[in-house]
Nanobody
Framework: QMVEYGGGLVQAGGSLRLSCAAA?????????MGWFRRAPGRERVFVAA????????SYDDSVKGRFTISRDNAKNTIYLQMNNLEPGDTAVYYC????????????????WGQGTQVTVSS
C-alpha cells in the first residue's frame, strides 16, 4: 500500500528526512496519516500524525521540537523531517494511513508501510 524511503545511518545531531509514498494507483489524500517507530526489542509506538489537509499535527513528547510531519497530497506522499537526532531515535520507522481515532494506538490504523531503518550513532 505504501513505501517508505530515506532511512539510513546518521551521527547524533544529524538530520534525515523520511518519505512515504502511496503505491501506484492508490491515494491517501483524504486520510489522516502518521508515523510510528519500533526500537529493537520494543513495541511499535506513535511518533507523529497529520490531518488530511495538513493543518493539524500531533507529536509524541519525545520528538516535539525536533521532528516535523508534513504531506503533499498532490504527490500522495508524507514526510518526516528529523533534526537533532539522538541514539534513542534508532528504530524502524513505519508510515500509517487511515486512523479510526485515537491515533496514538497501533490498532486504530488501517494501512501500513513495510518500514525503513534509522540508525543514529553516538
Amino acid at each position: 500500500q505504501m513505501v517508505e524511503y530515506g532511512g539510513g545511518l546518521v551521527q547524533a545531531g544529524g538530520s534525515l528526512r523520511l518519505s512515504c509514498a502511496a503505491a501506484s494507483g492508490r491515494t491517501f489524500s483524504t486520510y489522516v496519516m502518521g508515523w510510528f517507530r519500533r526500537a529493537p526489542g520494543r513495541e511499535r509506538v506513535f511518533v507523529a500524525a497529520i490531518s488530511w489537509g495538513g493543518g493539524i499535527t500531533s507529536y509524541d513528547d519525545s520528538v516535539k521540537g525536533r521532528f516535523t510531519i508534513s504531506r503533499d497530497n498532490a504527490k500522495n506522499t508524507i514526510y518526516l523531517q528529523m533534526n537533532n537526532l539522538e541514539p534513542g531515535d534508532t528504530a524502524v520507522y513505519y508510515c500509517a494511513a487511515d486512523s479510526a481515532g485515537g491515533f496514538n494506538y497501533v490498532a486504530n490504523w488501517r494501512y501500513w508501510g513495510q518500514g525503513t531503518q534509522v540508525t543514529v550513532s553516538s
